[in-house]
Structure formats: structure tokens, C-alpha cells
């Protein structure tokens, strides 16, 4: 037999799942809406990245903080790994805004900043919730260093770069178990969020790119 999460009863009994797999009548599901903008340069193997993002809360619950991955930080050398990786420089943020205010990255997230956790990042809303029905808009600038070869799911030699999990994603929130932040340790699949996609890749002529 299947055990039954408290979770998982709790949102039956709210409605908004049933036993059958239907959805229920206060089914909902959270949306993003993703402009990014990536440069990769085969020399360094270095990605410069931007992304505008809005972020839309379906839920029925005021969020008081905004969980974000940053899966690529899973090559940091201090990450919690479950393989051997290549290890290449930490995801270098230079910028998280938030309603148009840039934060500053702090040991604990509080008002106006933000902090990262291995390979998720939160950020504090404590001023002023996100309520539901509402969005918000996010702003982020990065870079990072693809790994050689050998890595998984991406990696890179002379004539190819695969390029994976290379932007900020917003973390899966849910009628479950609300945010779903587990570490990104190598092995495992994804629980993603759905969303739209404005996405430009800039890269040295005479490459092909495939998404």
C-alpha cells in the first residue's frame, strides 16, 4: 500500500487534490515568466548571464520569502555532492533585486537581502509579502565557469559546451509541501515550475546552438 503524506491529506481536504489523481476544484499552480539573456564564450568557458523575471502567486498563502535555484552551484567546492565532479569556480551573483531594490547577500536572508545555500538561494520578503493573486519582479546578473567534461549533464572540451541548469530558477511552490528546496547533489531528477520563456543566446559565429 501507499502511505498517504499529512501533506498530501491535508490537500485533499482542502480541495485542492483528490484520491482519484484529478485535480481537485481549488487546484492551482504558481507560474513564472522568464526574459534571460546568456553570453558564452568557448576561451574561458565562462557564461555572463541577466535575467528579468516575473513571478506570479496562484497559492491562496502570502509569501514571506522567494526559494531559487542555483543548481550550478552544485560544483562550488564546498557543495554537498553525492558523485566526483569537476570542480570550476562558484556561480558568481552580482546582482538579486527585488521590486527594482538590489540586495545584498547576507549569512541569514532578512529585510532586503538575500543568502545562498549551496544550491538554493532565499530571499526575504519580510517587509512586504507577496500576496496571493499578486506578482512580483525579480532581477538577476551572473556568471559562471561550465565544467569540464565528465560533469554531469553538462561539460565541455575543444568543440562543445553543454550547458545545464545555467539560470536563477524559482523553486517549486506547492499545496503539498510548499516549497520544494532540496540541494541539488548530483544524482536525481527535477521538480520544475511551469512557466513562459524570452530567451537570447549570444555565442562566437560559426557555433550552432540547440535548446
Known amino acids: 500500500p501507499v502511505e498517504e503524506t499529512p501533506g498530501f491529506r491535508k490537500a485533499v481536504a482542502n480541495g485542492t487534490r483528490t484520491r482519484t489523481g484529478e485535480p481537485g476544484p481549488r487546484y492551482w499552480q504558481q507560474w513564472t515568466r522568464y526574459r534571460l539573456a546568456a553570453e558564452y564564450d568557448p576561451a574561458t568557458g565562462q557564461v555572463v548571464g541577466t535575467a528579468e523575471v516575473r513571478y506570479f502567486n496562484r497559492s491562496p498563502d502570502a509569501l514571506r520569502a522567494l526559494?531559487?535555484?542555483?543548481?550550478?552551484?552544485?560544483?562550488?567546492?564546498?557543495?554537498?555532492?553525492?558523485?566526483?565532479?569537476?570542480?570550476?569556480?562558484?556561480?558568481?551573483?552580482?546582482?538579486?533585486?527585488?521590486?527594482?531594490?538590489?540586495?545584498?547577500?547576507?549569512?541569514?536572508?532578512?529585510?532586503?537581502?538575500?543568502?545562498?545555500?549551496?544550491?538554493?538561494?532565499?530571499?526575504?520578503?519580510?517587509?512586504r509579502p507577496l500576496e496571493p493573486g499578486d506578482s512580483i519582479e525579480l532581477s538577476f546578473r551572473w556568471s559562471l565557469t561550465v565544467p569540464a567534461d565528465g560533469a554531469p549533464r553538462g561539460g565541455r572540451n575543444a568543440d562543445v559546451a553543454w550547458v545545464s541548469y545555467w539560470y536563477p530558477q524559482l523553486a517549486v511552490y506547492d499545496d503539498v509541501v510548499g516549497w520544494q528546496v532540496d540541494q541539488y547533489m548530483g544524482n536525481g531528477e527535477f521538480y520544475m515550475g511551469y512557466g513562459d520563456y524570452d530567451v537570447a543566446i549570444t555565442v562566437p559565429a560559426g557555433h550552432v546552438v540547440a535548446a
Open 67 to 127: 526559494q531559487v535555484h542555483v543548481y550550478d552551484n552544485m560544483f562550488a567546492p564546498e557543495a554537498m555532492r553525492t558523485r566526483r565532479v569537476p570542480v570550476p569556480p562558484p556561480v558568481t551573483i552580482t546582482r538579486v533585486a527585488v521590486r527594482g531594490e538590489q540586495l545584498g547577500a547576507a549569512p541569514r536572508p532578512g529585510a532586503g537581502s538575500y543568502r545562498v545555500n549551496g544550491t538554493v538561494m532565499s530571499i526575504s520578503l519580510q517587509q
